[in-house]
């Protein structure tokens, strides 16, 4: 394992917030602009407190420090409980809400997108019972991301 890996998954995880610029995922944790950027070069060691800032995001830090394992904590363990019909709602909702911004989203980047929102559920629910209301928490918080996105120029994402 090298300081690049472990620096390419600062970038990931940054990627993942929607954060657009290392300043933006800085701001979002508190923490200096400087840091963040030496952790994307695999460089610095982050302090306890922005760990813990990472991991209340739902950031496995073991698969961060190590690569080994799921980005997200329970990426694995829940998947396999999932209802259908739950998981029909969720990719429709996702698909929707790249639609209403105008965003194109290949039919590969929605199974992607779809499979994140559903990480970040279970990652949030204490049970199965909580999974409707922590995915319309989340599908707020990716509506935001795309909206934000969307309106800072160079992020990649544009208006179709």
């Known amino acids: 394992m090298t300081d690049a890996d472990i620096g390419a998954r600062f970038a990931q995880i940054r990627v993942d917030v ?22 994307e ?11 813990q800032k ?14 080994q ?3 997200r904590r329970g990426d694995n363990a829940a998947m396999q409980s999932v209802e259908p019909e739950f998981m029909g709602r969720l990719v429709e909702a996702v698909a929707r809400a790249h639609k209403e911004l105008g965003i194109n989203l290949p039919e590969v980047r929605l199974g992607h997108v779809s499979a994140e929102v559903l990480a970040d559920v279970f990652a949030a629910a204490e049970g199965p019972d909580e999974y409707p209301e922590q995915l319309e928490l989340m599908l707020k918080r990716l509506k935001r991301r795309l909206k934000s996105a969307t309106e800072q120029p160079g992020t990649g994402k544009r208006l179709a």
């Open 18 to 39: 929607g954060a657009a610029t290392p300043k933006a995922m800085s701001d979002r944790l508190g923490i200096g602009e400087n840091a963040w950027r030496e952790y």
């Open 41 to 51: 070069k695999g460089k610095g060691t982050p302090s306890w407190a922005t760990l």
């Open 54 to 67: 990472l991991a209340a995001l739902g950031y496995d830090l073991s698969w961060l420090m190590t690569g």
């Open 69 to 71: 394992g799921h980005m």
